[in-house]
């Protein structure tokens, strides 16, 4: 999860009418993966880049789904804390794959991404067993590029 303060707003006040609030910082506050997404918007006469800062899986599978033919995902990159990723030091890698496992009762208990290099990072509770099912969330053959309209 990413949190900050309102002294850290760089224009105090209330948002506009699109509701965007620019931010001097943010931190993250727990050490876990987080995603580093970028956004192409077509908008007609331009394509406008973003980069989107994304801290759950979840929140990964919602943007994956969100993706029309005017809004799709360029790039999508993994950020790892070095006890997950085995370095001692956060990396910042091409994802290539994440895949959530889920309990019997559906609820999240774990998640597994492979990256460019070939090494899978895991955090929570591995596949077994008692895992109902694994859903894929991401798959950078899938949700990177742009839809082909209908």
């Known amino acids: ?7 850290s707003a760089l224009s105090p006040g209330p948002r506009g009418p699109d509701g965007i609030q620019f931010w001097a910082l943010v931190e993250h506050e727990i050490l876990w ?6 956004v192409v918007q077509d908008l007609g006469t331009e394509l406008m880049r973003t980069m989107v800062m994304v801290s759950t899986p979840s929140e990964l599978a919602d943007v994956t789904s969100a993706r029309t033919e005017t809004v799709w ?10 006890d997950i990723n085995g370095t001692g030091v956060w990396k910042l ?7 959530m496992y889920l309990n019997r009762q559906g609820t999240p208990v774990g998640v597994a ?19 109902a099912r694994s859903e894929k969330i991401f798959d950078a053959k899938i949700h990177l590029g742009q839809v082909d309209p209908l």
């Not at 990413?2 to 002294?7: A, I």
């Open 93 to 99: 890698e091409p994802l290539l794959e994440a895949k």
């Open 33 to 38: 993966p987080w995603y580093y997404l970028q």
């Open 1 to 7: 999860m990413f949190k900050t303060t309102v002294q």
């Open 73 to 82: 995902l360029e790039a999508a990159y993994i950020v790892s804390p070095g």
């Open 113 to 131: 991404h492979r990256v460019i290099g070939g090494e899978t990072y895991a955090v929570g509770e591995p596949a077994s067993d008692r895992d």
